[in-house]
Protein backbone atom coordinates (compact mmCIF):
# COMPACT_ATOMS: atom_id res chain seq x y z
CA UNK A 1 0.00 0.00 0.00
CA UNK A 2 0.70 3.91 -0.58
CA UNK A 3 2.88 5.49 2.47
CA UNK A 4 0.49 8.04 2.30
CA UNK A 5 -1.75 7.77 5.05
CA UNK A 6 -4.95 9.06 6.09
CA UNK A 7 -6.29 10.54 2.57
CA UNK A 8 -9.08 9.59 0.18
CA UNK A 9 -9.11 9.51 -3.19
CA UNK A 10 -12.68 11.19 -4.36
CA UNK A 11 -13.49 9.93 -7.78
CA UNK A 12 -16.11 12.06 -9.81
CA UNK A 13 -18.44 9.68 -11.98
CA UNK A 14 -20.20 12.57 -13.90
CA UNK A 15 -21.75 11.37 -17.17
CA UNK A 16 -22.41 7.58 -17.36
CA UNK A 17 -23.86 5.84 -20.18
CA UNK A 18 -27.04 6.33 -19.83
CA UNK A 19 -28.47 8.82 -17.55
CA UNK A 20 -30.25 11.49 -19.81
CA UNK A 21 -31.36 15.22 -19.08
CA UNK A 22 -35.07 13.66 -18.64
CA UNK A 23 -33.65 12.11 -15.02
CA UNK A 24 -31.43 15.48 -14.31
CA UNK A 25 -30.98 18.39 -16.57
CA UNK A 26 -27.98 18.87 -14.46
CA UNK A 27 -26.50 15.98 -16.05
CA UNK A 28 -22.99 16.95 -18.89
CA UNK A 29 -23.82 15.70 -21.74
CA UNK A 30 -21.54 17.39 -24.25
CA UNK A 31 -17.62 17.97 -24.38
CA UNK A 32 -17.47 21.44 -23.09
CA UNK A 33 -20.40 20.31 -20.62
CA UNK A 34 -18.13 17.78 -18.81
CA UNK A 35 -15.45 19.68 -19.08
CA UNK A 36 -16.83 22.52 -17.35
CA UNK A 37 -18.30 20.13 -14.91
CA UNK A 38 -14.96 18.20 -14.23
CA UNK A 39 -13.20 21.30 -13.30
CA UNK A 40 -15.77 22.45 -11.02
CA UNK A 41 -15.76 18.85 -9.10
CA UNK A 42 -11.46 19.43 -9.15
CA UNK A 43 -12.70 22.47 -7.11
CA UNK A 44 -14.84 20.94 -4.96
CA UNK A 45 -12.31 17.93 -4.02
CA UNK A 46 -12.42 15.27 -6.44
CA UNK A 47 -9.01 13.66 -7.59
CA UNK A 48 -10.05 11.63 -9.98
CA UNK A 49 -12.80 11.84 -12.59
CA UNK A 50 -14.30 8.90 -14.56
CA UNK A 51 -15.41 9.75 -17.82
CA UNK A 52 -17.81 8.48 -20.28
CA UNK A 53 -18.45 10.24 -24.02
CA UNK A 54 -21.75 10.97 -25.66
CA UNK A 55 -23.03 10.76 -28.94
CA UNK A 56 -24.95 13.99 -30.54
CA UNK A 57 -28.14 12.65 -29.56
CA UNK A 58 -27.21 11.60 -26.02
CA UNK A 59 -26.17 8.21 -26.21
CA UNK A 60 -22.97 6.24 -25.31
CA UNK A 61 -20.10 6.92 -27.83
CA UNK A 62 -16.46 5.18 -27.82
CA UNK A 63 -15.81 8.39 -30.36
CA UNK A 64 -12.31 9.02 -29.80
CA UNK A 65 -12.42 12.43 -31.27
CA UNK A 66 -15.26 13.18 -28.56
CA UNK A 67 -12.44 11.41 -25.54
CA UNK A 68 -9.34 14.29 -27.06
CA UNK A 69 -11.88 16.96 -27.09
CA UNK A 70 -12.89 16.59 -23.64
CA UNK A 71 -9.18 15.54 -22.14
CA UNK A 72 -7.89 18.42 -23.97
CA UNK A 73 -10.48 21.14 -22.33
CA UNK A 74 -10.02 19.70 -18.98
CA UNK A 75 -5.80 19.66 -19.21
CA UNK A 76 -6.02 23.09 -19.88
CA UNK A 77 -7.61 23.90 -16.46
CA UNK A 78 -6.48 21.15 -13.96
CA UNK A 79 -4.46 18.46 -12.69
CA UNK A 80 -7.56 16.32 -12.20
CA UNK A 81 -6.19 12.44 -12.76
CA UNK A 82 -8.15 10.90 -15.87
CA UNK A 83 -9.73 7.53 -15.93
CA UNK A 84 -11.43 7.08 -19.08
CA UNK A 85 -14.34 4.10 -19.56
CA UNK A 86 -13.57 1.42 -22.43
CA UNK A 87 -17.48 0.40 -22.04
CA UNK A 88 -19.08 3.21 -23.09
CA UNK A 89 -21.13 2.17 -26.07
CA UNK A 90 -22.52 -1.36 -26.24
CA UNK A 91 -21.74 -2.69 -29.82
CA UNK A 92 -18.69 -0.83 -29.86
CA UNK A 93 -16.10 -3.48 -31.43
CA UNK A 94 -12.48 -4.00 -29.33
CA UNK A 95 -10.31 -1.37 -31.59
CA UNK A 96 -12.82 1.21 -30.93
CA UNK A 97 -12.80 0.37 -27.52
CA UNK A 98 -8.89 0.70 -27.20
CA UNK A 99 -8.47 3.07 -29.30
CA UNK A 100 -8.51 6.54 -27.29
CA UNK A 101 -6.25 5.19 -24.73
CA UNK A 102 -3.51 4.38 -27.57
CA UNK A 103 -4.41 8.42 -28.70
CA UNK A 104 -4.64 10.14 -24.84
CA UNK A 105 -2.60 7.47 -22.92
CA UNK A 106 -4.85 8.66 -19.69
CA UNK A 107 -3.12 8.01 -16.01
CA UNK A 108 -6.32 5.21 -15.85
CA UNK A 109 -8.58 3.06 -18.01
CA UNK A 110 -11.73 0.82 -16.69
CA UNK A 111 -11.10 -2.69 -16.95
CA UNK A 112 -14.23 -4.74 -16.47
CA UNK A 113 -13.39 -8.07 -15.36
CA UNK A 114 -16.09 -9.73 -16.91
CA UNK A 115 -19.27 -10.12 -19.37
CA UNK A 116 -22.51 -10.33 -17.38
CA UNK A 117 -26.71 -10.03 -18.03
CA UNK A 118 -27.23 -5.91 -18.09
CA UNK A 119 -30.21 -4.74 -16.69
CA UNK A 120 -32.25 -8.25 -17.49
CA UNK A 121 -32.29 -6.81 -20.75
CA UNK A 122 -28.65 -7.36 -22.76
CA UNK A 123 -25.25 -8.60 -22.57
CA UNK A 124 -22.27 -6.49 -21.28
CA UNK A 125 -19.56 -8.45 -22.91
CA UNK A 126 -16.11 -8.92 -22.08
CA UNK A 127 -15.00 -12.03 -23.69
CA UNK A 128 -11.34 -13.67 -22.80
CA UNK A 129 -9.82 -12.38 -26.07
CA UNK A 130 -10.65 -8.71 -25.40
CA UNK A 131 -9.57 -8.79 -21.82
CA UNK A 132 -6.70 -10.29 -22.67
CA UNK A 133 -6.08 -7.56 -25.16
CA UNK A 134 -6.99 -4.73 -23.03
CA UNK A 135 -4.64 -5.90 -20.73
CA UNK A 136 -1.92 -5.97 -23.36
CA UNK A 137 -2.90 -2.77 -24.10
CA UNK A 138 -2.47 -0.69 -21.10
CA UNK A 139 0.92 -2.28 -20.45
CA UNK A 140 2.02 -0.93 -24.15
CA UNK A 141 0.69 2.66 -23.30
CA UNK A 142 1.29 2.87 -19.63
CA UNK A 143 -2.25 2.82 -18.66
CA UNK A 144 -3.20 1.26 -15.32
CA UNK A 145 -6.56 -0.72 -15.00
CA UNK A 146 -9.34 0.23 -12.46
CA UNK A 147 -10.32 -3.37 -12.26
CA UNK A 148 -14.27 -2.68 -12.18
CA UNK A 149 -16.17 -5.75 -10.06
CA UNK A 150 -19.73 -6.15 -10.74
CA UNK A 151 -20.21 -10.10 -9.53
CA UNK A 152 -17.28 -12.06 -7.31
CA UNK A 153 -16.44 -14.29 -10.59
CA UNK A 154 -14.99 -10.73 -11.98
CA UNK A 155 -12.39 -11.01 -9.03
CA UNK A 156 -10.99 -14.49 -9.79
CA UNK A 157 -10.91 -13.50 -13.39
CA UNK A 158 -8.98 -10.67 -12.62
CA UNK A 159 -6.15 -12.82 -10.48
CA UNK A 160 -6.02 -15.35 -13.37
CA UNK A 161 -4.95 -12.14 -15.82
CA UNK A 162 -2.97 -10.91 -12.95
CA UNK A 163 -1.19 -14.42 -12.51
CA UNK A 164 -0.97 -14.54 -16.43
CA UNK A 165 0.96 -10.84 -16.71
CA UNK A 166 -1.88 -9.47 -18.53
CA UNK A 167 -2.38 -7.16 -15.32
CA UNK A 168 0.22 -5.60 -13.24
CA UNK A 169 0.46 -5.29 -9.51
CA UNK A 170 0.00 -3.78 -7.70
CA UNK A 171 -3.79 -3.33 -8.91
CA UNK A 172 -6.00 -1.45 -8.31
CA UNK A 173 -10.32 -2.27 -7.86
CA UNK A 174 -13.55 -0.45 -7.89
CA UNK A 175 -16.16 -2.38 -6.68
CA UNK A 176 -19.28 -1.51 -8.34
CA UNK A 177 -22.67 -2.65 -5.79
CA UNK A 178 -26.22 -2.86 -6.93
CA UNK A 179 -25.99 -2.93 -10.60
CA UNK A 180 -28.85 -4.90 -12.61
CA UNK A 181 -27.34 -8.62 -12.83
CA UNK A 182 -24.71 -7.72 -10.58
CA UNK A 183 -23.99 -8.55 -6.95
CA UNK A 184 -25.97 -6.61 -4.85
CA UNK A 185 -25.55 -3.61 -2.58
CA UNK A 186 -24.97 -4.61 1.08
CA UNK A 187 -22.64 -3.85 3.31
CA UNK A 188 -22.17 -7.44 4.18
CA UNK A 189 -21.41 -7.92 0.10
CA UNK A 190 -18.63 -5.13 0.66
CA UNK A 191 -17.00 -7.08 3.16
CA UNK A 192 -17.01 -10.54 1.01
CA UNK A 193 -15.12 -8.15 -1.43
CA UNK A 194 -13.04 -6.19 0.49
CA UNK A 195 -11.56 -10.07 1.41
CA UNK A 196 -10.92 -11.23 -1.51
CA UNK A 197 -8.39 -8.49 -2.35
CA UNK A 198 -5.03 -9.15 -3.51
CA UNK A 199 -1.82 -8.23 -0.98
CA UNK A 200 -0.95 -4.95 -1.85
CA UNK A 201 -4.12 -3.96 -3.93
CA UNK A 202 -5.95 -0.24 -3.54
CA UNK A 203 -9.80 -0.23 -3.84
CA UNK A 204 -12.75 2.27 -3.84
CA UNK A 205 -16.68 1.39 -4.18
CA UNK A 206 -19.81 2.97 -4.34
CA UNK A 207 -23.76 2.25 -4.70
CA UNK A 208 -25.76 2.61 -7.21
CA UNK A 209 -29.10 4.70 -6.62
CA UNK A 210 -30.62 4.31 -3.31
CA UNK A 211 -27.56 2.83 -1.51
CA UNK A 212 -25.23 4.93 -2.85
CA UNK A 213 -24.97 7.05 0.59
CA UNK A 214 -24.30 3.60 2.82
CA UNK A 215 -22.37 2.18 0.80
CA UNK A 216 -20.33 5.16 0.80
CA UNK A 217 -20.56 5.38 5.16
CA UNK A 218 -19.45 1.67 4.36
CA UNK A 219 -16.52 1.93 2.36
CA UNK A 220 -14.89 4.85 4.31
CA UNK A 221 -14.74 2.75 7.52
CA UNK A 222 -13.14 0.04 5.76
CA UNK A 223 -10.72 2.40 4.57
CA UNK A 224 -11.44 2.36 0.85
CA UNK A 225 -11.60 5.06 -1.62
CA UNK A 226 -15.04 6.96 -2.90
CA UNK A 227 -16.41 7.52 -6.22
CA UNK A 228 -19.19 9.67 -6.77
CA UNK A 229 -21.26 11.54 -9.17
CA UNK A 230 -24.53 11.21 -11.44
CA UNK A 231 -23.34 7.85 -13.69
CA UNK A 232 -24.89 6.00 -10.52
CA UNK A 233 -26.99 8.49 -9.06
CA UNK A 234 -29.10 11.23 -10.32
CA UNK A 235 -30.68 11.64 -6.77
CA UNK A 236 -28.87 13.78 -3.49
CA UNK A 237 -31.32 12.38 -1.38
CA UNK A 238 -34.83 10.58 -1.28
CA UNK A 239 -36.73 12.70 -3.70
CA UNK A 240 -34.45 15.52 -4.31
CA UNK A 241 -32.30 15.58 -8.09
CA UNK A 242 -29.00 16.88 -7.24
CA UNK A 243 -28.19 20.26 -8.59
CA UNK A 244 -24.58 19.19 -9.45
CA UNK A 245 -21.79 16.24 -9.52
CA UNK A 246 -19.89 18.99 -7.57
CA UNK A 247 -22.69 18.89 -4.82
CA UNK A 248 -21.68 14.76 -4.48
CA UNK A 249 -18.26 15.43 -4.13
CA UNK A 250 -18.13 18.26 -1.63
CA UNK A 251 -20.42 15.89 0.28
CA UNK A 252 -17.85 12.79 -0.10
CA UNK A 253 -15.33 15.45 1.04
CA UNK A 254 -17.17 16.48 4.20
CA UNK A 255 -18.02 12.65 5.02
CA UNK A 256 -13.85 12.18 4.41
CA UNK A 257 -13.33 14.99 7.02
CA UNK A 258 -15.35 13.66 9.38
CA UNK A 259 -13.82 10.44 9.74
CA UNK A 260 -10.87 12.51 10.68
CA UNK A 261 -8.90 11.92 7.27
CA UNK A 262 -8.50 14.26 4.79
CA UNK A 263 -9.26 14.16 0.66
CA UNK A 264 -6.31 13.57 -1.67
CA UNK A 265 -5.37 15.86 -3.69
CA UNK A 266 -4.54 14.26 -8.18
CA UNK A 267 -0.60 14.22 -6.71
CA UNK A 268 -1.79 12.36 -4.11
CA UNK A 269 -3.77 10.09 -5.96
CA UNK A 270 -1.39 9.14 -8.42
CA UNK A 271 1.22 8.70 -5.06
CA UNK A 272 -1.69 6.15 -3.72
CA UNK A 273 -2.18 4.54 -7.04
CA UNK A 274 1.44 4.08 -7.83
CA UNK A 275 0.84 6.30 -11.02
CA UNK A 276 3.99 8.12 -13.12
Request: net charge negative; hydrophobic share 40%.
Amino acid sequence: MSSITGKTIITVAPTGAWPSKKDNPAIPLTPEEIADDVYDCWQGGAAVAHLHMRDDEGLGSMDAERFEKTVNLIRERCDIVLNLTTSGELNATDEKRMAHLKLLKPELASYDAGSMNWAHSTLFLNPPDFLEKLGKTMIETGVKPEIEIFDPGMMYNSFYYIKKGVIKEPAHYQFVLGAAGGIGATVENLVFLKGLLPENATWSAFGIGKSATPIMYATLALGGHLRVGMEDNVYYAKGVLAESNRQFVEKAARLIREADKEPATPAEAKAILGLS
